[in-house]
């Protein structure tokens, strides 16, 4: 029969490093599959490496050829009472077929591996609507986090977690034993309502990057075309010379800081616009506007594209002296010195100046990769949220000094030279240098004492107006 | 009514994006919240939002307007009595309060969530005290690590952990359940006697960075002003020229990598004074002196430190070709080449050193960073400590031993000229080579052949002397 | 006594900061240690200061001088008596000693410390051994992933995690309970079966990292050669001239971005040809040959490899400037041009390609960096694999696109020179595009509409042949 020989072929595809090494284990327990699709195949080939029994539960028991034939197969009702767990490997439009099986099912473990294909796609989850199919058995949800790849070869990277949640902590405890027998490390996240948070893991694809990424992309496009009209169209109208090659390097040496600037600056704005909310309404107990909770919410990543643009200024900035534009001048200057028998004078606020610039430019960067750190998983997890919030907030806003002073310095007096005004538009530092100099004014506002008073009372729970009405509110944690 | 309008607003202060995707859930459980200040409030908020019933304990039930309107409020012992897991957000000094409910809280689960204004405030932890109050209770403490903002918002950065302790599983078990479905992730670390742990957590502000940090500012500020006085004043006095502009970062490119050096040696010198102390002392059943525990709890953060020292120098002295100064004093060099017609000959010794310099620097460089990476705690904890001690010991050495030769080809020959000896001082590159080259010499000894095997020896158990007292007991592992 | 002396000494070994900040805690409970060697006197400390009463057992309760005298030291099954925990800190040479005391060991958790000195020692894991001697007893493995030194004086970087495994849910619990108090974070690793892992834990260093060094060293040492007979050599041979000092930056600099390039491609590699032996089998249930499985296993390192000498080439480019061979080439050049009234005349083509190759490279670094990023286990962890394999997929062949252009360029018109093939033997940087060139070519073609189809329904599922047979089962997901 090929098609038996095919299956036996079919049972040894696993990548893992493991089976090899264990000593061929007893088998364990019986567990059941329902669903023979490709999910619930993967399943099972990976059960049978652990050791387990494995019975599928199937419509037509006898035509499954597709199966490892180590593994059992049986009807539905027949593969359910032959074990205590039951995976099920089954599309959501299908759990119909469970109802009539209410009987068998009474307190087994059902763990519902299935995804959806969009968001919402159903009112409730669908580890919850098993639920309430299957009333007597104890659902839970897991293993749908991980890729059929993963279930089929054991863990590797992004697949080393396994999520669980569901109501019965014995039947999770169950389902756990299993997911590290597999090799995976098992997280409880809870009851069963968090089921919908594990359904939507698999298909999220970056959701918070995407309004920072669209914003960074925005910003660079419009900055981009803007010094692309002011610097290369300008002088190729104006004086005839094509000096598009800079386009490669140094237009990208502009963009690159102006974008980090601003997406920094975007980063400490709402929490300085928040502030002065709460300080005009007087109270901490009123909902932000929805804008600005979103704003919050994607402070991190608008934080680290920002290290991201700031990086690549820096490497921008130390390949100068490798560039043949930059080597050519330097001849050239010095040759048309000599030639021309002119001498130059040392200037000394020249050297304070651009030395300033770059010191100012490298402690900047240098902040801005700490920050970066300390917004490492692992490294914000182990950090107390005084350590977190001061190292975010006071470092923080230090950076964003920091790099606005740098950037002053480069403008230096240019800023007061009609010349730099070309087609009457400023250069690109310039623009940028608005939105961090208003928050930083407004951050220096709020630190003057008399401001930081009230508002520190307002964070602690103290509402302007609510003292006369009732004064014994006022007392926080007295019970 | 006023009072009731606001109430209701207040309930609306969630910034979670997790309220509009969750499907309003059922009423789970009710539990009970004693305390209606802040704290109190803002975890009810979130616990209603949560689905849970929340009913308030109060000393005045009927006052209590800023409370949400959901919410029931009742006296003590009747909110006490309607609900199984109470939580206390109440100050420790009116723990008292509950004396006299011994009876309604029997069998209860307590959640401590107080903590204290400083560390050691109290001779033993809140929990304890409230434990040893209603011995009746299963006392847990918890939630006290996340601020304000994370009990009113729900889990970010740092306050995405939970950390309970308590003396009952069940009881915990219950809190860590009410954690996850809140959408933190919980923590068990242990029992009640973890609690002092926890107080002590969100009060802390990088403890262990203390020491390092004055380590390096003292060092900085030494240097700083040593250089300052050797190459600024000296050159200002004896030749009255005004360099002060170097300070920016001529100076800072002295004095990063000299204070990162040190630090780099101070990080690997405790460890050989150990070694050194045991092969003395001829046994490890001693205890080290205190400066010397001291010292060697704070190598990572020596490293860490010396590390960020190394970026900054790295970054000072590629911008070197950058900088103003560079550039004129190369055209002044060309320049007069020309006009007073010289010539120079390439110097191979120059090149080899000169490349040697670099290239010794660039590795160096390159196992520092290797080793800031492996003590990222996610790496760390991924390592089994035979890797973990082969990166930081083996390589930490090789680091130094790399940067220390990067230093003395710096200095090359102009440690026997009597030039280099401005005003009788050594440069600063030569202090700070003593150090390092100390700890060299001594790891240097201790891994000769005879030594070495003394410290293995000591470090399996055996003492020297012991032998001849106790024969068996020098075989270790055997019972 | 001498020896009682010296035991009171070596009880204050502990390094710890803890033990200070902890108020003397009661003595929660009696746990026994059995073996008095290095092993269980460094746990029976360490039990001791967490307030735990200790019992030793031993052989000859009599003579153990060395124990801290506030243990008790009984005999072997007095002490298995006293307490419910047993830490089992005896070679598994000794463990037959264990035999005779069955029926005081009945119902006893057992933790079994014990390490190996290789891999493989025994047919069966120390902890299965143990188990099959005592049938009786919960044997729990454990605590063996820690260092002595860990065992001794609490948790520290490598040394936070015990991780544990067993079969009695509740002697896990117990055996986590005491992890906790030590301080340790505890981690179940599932049941006995898992303890061969645990065991191999503490042997290993680096096995994964094995094969890709080996292959970077190989790289590095053949292309090294290569550019030595092509570079140093030929010029010393055919002019005459010793550029040797050229070893230590130009030489380092072209070997680091070329065996760079051939590791990513080499990263890249393998999946492409899994994909097109899929596409020719026609099926993905069938097992990669061996060579390719453990190709597949080691990509994450090679890529790191990669990185890292990405990381090398970027610092060695960066000092170019810097070098006095370079400084003294440029003022030679400038030199001559003046005496010799030369004029050069600016390049156009030059400019862009010279700056394409610089932004090309800079940006490729900046992925390569992002592509590291992700790949640190906090970072992986927190994606959805959806998300992890849209990164180290789409962005990985995207970085290698564009380091191979970055190279491309740098060759640029020196592909068709015969000046360029010194010895008749390419130049470095063409032989390292032989690889990325090949796997470019191979993914752009998987990547075409026809092609792409057909794999992805082979991953989905489908076979080749096989819908003819059994057109059911083609139908995934339905039970």
Redesign the interface.
């Known amino acids: 029969m090929t098609?038996q020989e095919?299956s036996e072929?079919?049972e040894?595809?696993?990548?893992s490093?493991?089976r090899e090494?264990?000593?061929a284990?007893l088998e364990?327990e019986r567990v059941c599959v329902?669903?023979?699709?490709?999910?619930?195949?993967s399943l099972g080939l990976r059960l049978l490496q652990a050791?387990y029994g494995v019975v599928f539960?199937?419509?037509?028991p006898h035509?499954?050829?597709?199966l490892p034939h180590r593994a059992q197969v049986l009807g539905?009702a027949a593969a359910a009472q032959s074990a205590h767990l039951i995976f099920i490997?089954?599309?959501r439009e299908?759990y119909d077929?469970l109802v009539p099986l209410a009987n068998q099912l009474k307190g087994k473990v059902l763990v519902d591996l299935s995804n959806n294909l969009r968001k919402?796609q159903y009112?409730?989850a669908n580890a919850e609507y098993l639920q309430s199919l299957v009333p007597g058995a104890e659902v839970v949800k897991g293993f749908n986090?991980?890729?059929?790849w993963?279930l089929q070869n054991g863990p590797s990277?992004?697949?080393?977690?396994v999520y669980i949640?569901g109501e019965s902590?014995e039947a999770k405890?169950a389902v756990m034993?299993v997911a590290?027998?597999l090799g995976f490390?098992a997280?409880?996240?809870?009851?069963l309502?968090?089921a919908?948070e594990l359904e939507?893991?698999?298909?999220?694809?970056?959701p918070q990057w995407r309004l920072p990424l669209r914003i960074a992309i925005g910003l660079c496009a419009a900055f981009f075309f803007y010094l692309l009209i002011r610097d290369i169209i300008y002088s190729y109208i104006t004086q005839g010379k094509?000096i598009?090659?800079?386009i490669?390097?140094s237009l990208?040496n502009k963009v690159c800081p102006i974008v980090s600037l601003i997406m920094l600056s975007l980063c400490y704005l709402p929490g300085v616009l928040a502030s002065f909310l709460q300080l005009y309404r007087g109270t901490?107990?009123?909902?932000?506007p929805d804008w600005l909770?979103r704003w919050?919410?994607c402070r991190?990543q608008l934080g680290l594209l920002a290290l991201?643009f700031a990086?690549?200024h820096?490497?921008?900035?130390?390949?100068?002296?490798?560039?043949?534009?930059v080597?050519?001048k330097?001849?050239?200057?010095?040759?048309s010195?000599?030639?021309e028998n002119r001498t130059?004078e040392?200037?000394?606020t020249?050297?304070?100046r651009?030395?300033?610039y770059?010191?100012l430019g490298?402690?900047g960067?240098?902040l801005y990769?700490?920050l970066g750190i300390t917004?490492?998983?692992?490294?914000?997890?182990?950090?107390?949220?005084?350590?977190?919030?001061?190292v975010?907030s006071k470092l923080g806003h230090l950076t964003l000094l920091l790099c606005t002073a740098h950037t002053y310095l480069y403008g230096w007096n240019k800023f007061l030279r009609s010349s730099t005004y070309k087609w009457y538009t400023p250069p690109g530092y310039m623009l940028c240098l608005v939105l961090p100099s208003v928050v930083l004014l407004l951050k220096l506002l709020l630190i003057t004492p008399c401001v930081d008073r009230t508002i520190t009372r307002i964070?602690?729970?103290w509402e302007r107006g609510?003292d006369q009405?009732?004064p014994?509110?006022s007392?926080?944690?007295?019970?």
Chains 1, 2, 3 share one sequence.
């Open positions: 098609g095919r072929k079919s040894c595809v696993s990548l490093p493991m090494a264990v000593p284990p364990y329902f669903g023979t699709g490709d999910m619930g195949r050791g539960g199937s419509r037509r035509s499954s050829s597709l539905h490997a089954v599309q299908h077929f919402n009112p409730e986090t991980l890729s059929a993963a990277d992004a697949n080393r977690q949640c902590a405890q034993a590290t027998k490390s997280l409880d996240r809870g009851s309502s968090a919908w939507d893991f698999p298909l999220q694809l970056f094509d598009s090659f800079r490669m390097v990208a901490k107990y009123r909902r932000f909770d919050m919410l991190k991201g990086f690549l820096v490497l921008y900035t130390l390949i100068i002296p490798i560039r043949y534009y080597r050519f330097s001849t050239e200057r010095t040759v010195l000599i030639r130059t040392f200037d000394t020249m050297a304070w651009g030395d300033s770059l010191s490298i402690l960067f240098g990769v700490l917004s490492l998983p692992s490294v914000s997890n182990a950090l107390s949220w005084r350590e977190f919030s001061f975010q964070r602690q729970g609510a009405r009732n014994k509110d007392q926080p944690l007295i019970p």
